[in-house]
């Protein structure tokens, strides 16, 4: 798959088959995806893999559309608000590296943002200082959605002297 292909047609899935992933390629796609670039080689990412009990615990209202696996991305902490900043880009650019190398297999990804809440933090044992950037439910879609349309990119770009 070309990357503008990819990039263009990835969507955020709303329900998943019950199919599972295989683990193997699930960590070679992670291994893939942390090549994303990070300030001064930080890579602040880790993953914590979500099991059924801690599933039911962060009580998703959609229940991360039933997804086969689900995941944690967490930012680690940082000891300047622009260092924490940089770790916040760096672990957005591995999800989307993550979502884009899981799309081309025919995985799909839908990125939650329900880590923001404090008590998904206790849930999840999150460390003092750490973010969590996305809890993501992964697995093979149900059905992909319609591409929504996005403002021209014209309307977005000024030019300075």
Known sequence: MEVMKAVVERRNIKQFKPDPVDRDQL??????????PNH???????????GPETRA????????GDAPVVMAVLSKSASTAIDRDENLIAVSCFIQNF????????????????????ETHEILG??????VVGVLGVGYPAEVPQP??????????????
Do not use: C
């Not at 081309?104 to 329900?114: D, F, K, L």
């Not at 999150?126 to 973010?131: C, I, K, Q």
């Open 57 to 64: 615990k962060l009580n998703h209202k959609a229940n991360f």
């Open 99 to 118: 979502s884009l190398i899981a799309w081309e297999a025919g995985v799909g990804v839908r990125w939650t943002s329900i880590g923001w809440k404090p």
């Open 27 to 36: 960590m070679e796609w992670l291994q893939a995806a942390s090549y994303a």
């Open 148 to 161: 929504k349309a996005r403002t021209p990119m014209v309307e977005k770009v000024k030019y300075l002297p």
């Open 40 to 50: 001064r080689m930080a890579q602040p990412w880790e993953i914590v893999f979500i």
């Open 126 to 131: 999150v460390p003092e200082g750490y973010d």
